[in-house]
């Protein structure tokens, strides 16, 4: 018979995520964390979603992370968040689970990690979660997503000036882009907001973050939806990376 060892536990310092982010999970939500980390885990043996796989590392820089930038906003029943190139449903996932009153939309482009998604989800048993295969370049042209969220999400999906046009033409007047990075500098600034502006956006807030178990670096860039985007954004798909605005 072959042995295999229990899932390694989720560390859950109540304290820290008080003292960091203003909330800390709730039992039901810390068991919901535990089980999106041992979904991940288990896709992850056969598709390649992420390094980070020691309880205390993803704690941090997957959860953490995640709930870092939406903790300076007021999340309300009716909010509709998508989450751009979610790879594992990251920052997606946890924002779901941490806010079970936003619709969260998790849009993957690459078909294998769309369908591990579905897995993953199907693991997790919420129904405020619903995987999307996809491009941001073509979802950004449908009516049904066009202009349709309060909230869009990037981590890792590429530099600044290209996830600003993915997310700008998918956000509502008054909705929010929160472009997670890690360092940032005066340039990137510059360039985003330009991009911005193009895009019927401005930038509206910038916060940096240590992280608690590892001192790193992180930013969170704010953009806002304050006008229309025009018809010809985003542009057809590989464009926006290509030739960045
Ligand atoms: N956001 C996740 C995270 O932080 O762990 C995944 C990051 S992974 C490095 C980037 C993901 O974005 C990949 O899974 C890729 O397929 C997806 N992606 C890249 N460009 C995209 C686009 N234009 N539309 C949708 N997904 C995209």
Redesign the pocket.
Known sequence: MVETSPPAQLPNPDELWEATLGWSPTEAQQRQFQTLYEAVLAQNRHLNL?RITDPEAFWEKHLWDSLSGPASLELVAGDRAI??????G??GLPVAIAYPQVAVTL????GK?ASALERIVAELAIDNAVPLA????QIGRQAQHREAYSLALL????RTVPCAE?ALPLLERGGIAILYRGRWDQAQADAVAAAAKQLGGTVAGIEDWTTPLTQAERHCIYLEKTGRTPARFPRA?GVPAREPL
């Open positions: 992420t989450d751009i190139g979610t790879g594992a990251l920052p849009l993957e482009a690459t990690k996809g491009r941001a370049e981590r890792a999906v590429g993915y798909p």
